[in-house]
């Protein structure tokens, strides 16, 4: 991404939950990763958008209100769906879903925060994952993104003992856990 893109990019982060304890350091990450998606996009046109630091009972109510299912997601993004204008839409994030996935799956919390805002920094650009195939290359142009900010693959199976990473040779590619979104 070109300087003068860079620049043209105004990500504005908002933290509505007491949660987000280091709340510079998730602002930090969190725009880090958005940027990035941006370069790897090749969204150069000025953009603005907002990324939402919440928690659980927060993204609930949103995704009862907006998606009609009433529980806690990870991640949310809603695209702005007027032309021509240069807010892009919004990412809203929660809190404790992140922790308790990343808890589960082993891996850091930023790690995880960071893929969960590329993840809905795609979707803002148009990407989805209903189908296979549209999912497929979203999940490719996560772990691309994801490589550039040396975050390992989120979608690489937990670290297990080695006898059990023995067998797994043996075996199919374990299903990809759901995205959600």
Same mark, same amino acid.
């Given at each position: /991404?070109?300087? #003068? #893109? %860079?620049?043209?990019?105004?990500?504005?982060?908002?933290?509505? $939950?007491?949660?987000?304890?280091?709340?510079?350091?998730?602002? &930090?990450?969190? %725009?880090?990763?958005?940027? !990035?998606? #941006?370069?790897?996009? !090749? &969204?150069?046109?000025?953009?603005?958008?907002?990324? @939402?630091?919440?928690?659980?009972? =927060?993204?609930?109510?949103?995704?009862?209100?907006?998606? +009609? *299912?009433?529980?806690? =997601?990870? @991640?949310? &993004?809603?695209?702005?769906?007027?032309?021509? +204008?240069?807010?892009?839409?919004?990412? @809203?994030?929660?809190?404790?879903? *992140?922790?308790?996935?990343? !808890?589960?799956?082993?891996?850091?919390? =930023?790690?995880?925060?960071?893929?969960?805002?590329?993840?809905?920094?795609?979707?803002?650009?148009?990407?989805?994952?209903?189908?296979?195939?549209?999912?497929?290359? /979203?999940?490719?142009?996560?772990?691309?993104?994801?490589?550039?900010?040396?975050?390992?693959?989120?979608?690489?199976?937990?670290? /297990?003992?080695?006898?059990?990473?023995?067998?797994?040779?043996?075996?199919? %590619?374990?299903?990809?856990?759901?995205?959600? $979104?």
């Amino acid at each position: /991404m070109t300087r #003068a #893109a %860079r620049s043209a990019l105004k990500i504005d982060v908002l933290v509505v $939950s007491d949660r987000w304890k280091d709340a510079e350091k998730a602002r &930090s990450i969190v %725009r880090r990763a958005v940027t !990035r998606a #941006a370069a790897a996009t !090749r &969204s150069t046109t000025p953009t603005e958008l907002a990324i @939402v630091l919440a928690d659980d009972s =927060t993204i609930r109510s949103l995704n009862r209100d907006w998606r +009609g *299912i009433d529980a806690a =997601t990870n @991640v949310l &993004s809603f695209p702005t769906k007027s032309a021509g +204008g240069p807010h892009l839409g919004d990412i @809203v994030l929660a809190f404790e879903t *992140i922790a308790r996935e990343a !808890r589960r799956e082993r891996k850091p919390f =930023t790690h995880h925060a960071a893929h969960l805002a590329v993840h809905g920094f795609l979707h803002l650009v148009g990407h989805d994952h209903k189908r296979e195939r549209d999912a497929l290359a /979203m999940e490719l142009a996560e772990r691309n993104i994801l490589h550039q900010l040396a975050i390992p693959d989120p979608y690489r199976p937990a670290a /297990m003992p080695p006898a059990k990473q023995a067998a797994k040779h043996c075996t199919k %590619r374990p299903a990809k856990p759901p995205l959600k $979104s």
